[in-house]
């Protein structure tokens, strides 16, 4: 009887190892603790000395078939807000997807967009973007 105590208790553990890691392995890191929900890029990253965000446009669409008017956000480039030691943030420097594009087109490889100082924003041919921030602040996101 002793057995199958120990045996029932020890599938009720690995049963509920399997589920809580089954929790995390779909990528969401919203699971791992504390975000900031205000939609920067970096929300997990809460001691960050910067945060990212897209720059977006509202635009106005319209369903000929539902005769419907609806609007949607493009995305227009990418902020850098500088945070200080209270989170109170400003924008610390800016670039637009025009901006971005024109770096690329003369590049063939990983390429800065921008930089000054600490600051700097890159993007790579594999996909992704990365910025720096003070303090050797990094942090890369896929495009």
């Known amino acids: 009887m002793l057995k199958r105590s120990v045996l029932a208790m020890v599938m009720v553990v690995a049963l509920a190892l399997g589920v809580a890691t089954s929790a995390f392995a779909d990528g969401d890191t919203d699971s791992y603790g504390a975000v900031i929900e205000d939609g920067r890029l970096n929300k997990t990253d809460?001691?960050?000395?910067?945060?990212?965000?897209?720059?977006?446009?509202?635009?106005?669409?319209?369903?000929?078939?539902?005769?419907?008017?609806?609007?949607?956000?493009?995305?227009?480039?990418?902020?850098?807000?500088?945070?200080?030691?209270?989170?109170?943030?400003?924008?610390?420097?800016?670039?637009t997807l025009d901006q971005i594009n024109t770096a690329l087109?003369?590049?063939?490889?990983?390429?800065?967009?921008?930089?000054?100082?600490?600051?700097?924003?890159?993007?790579?041919?594999?996909?992704?973007?990365?910025?720096?921030?003070?303090?050797g602040y990094e942090f890369t996101w896929e495009a």
Do not use: C, K, R
């Open 46 to 95: 809460l001691s960050a000395p910067l945060a990212v965000y897209y720059s977006t446009e509202e635009m106005l669409g319209y369903d000929e078939d539902l005769d419907w008017n609806y609007t949607y956000d493009v995305i227009t480039g990418i902020e850098l807000w500088a945070l200080d030691s209270d989170s109170n943030g400003y924008l610390a420097y800016s670039v």
């Open 105 to 135: 087109a003369a590049s063939s490889s990983d390429y800065v967009v921008f930089q000054h100082g600490d600051y700097s924003i890159g993007y790579s041919e594999s996909g992704w973007y990365w910025v720096t921030g003070p303090n």
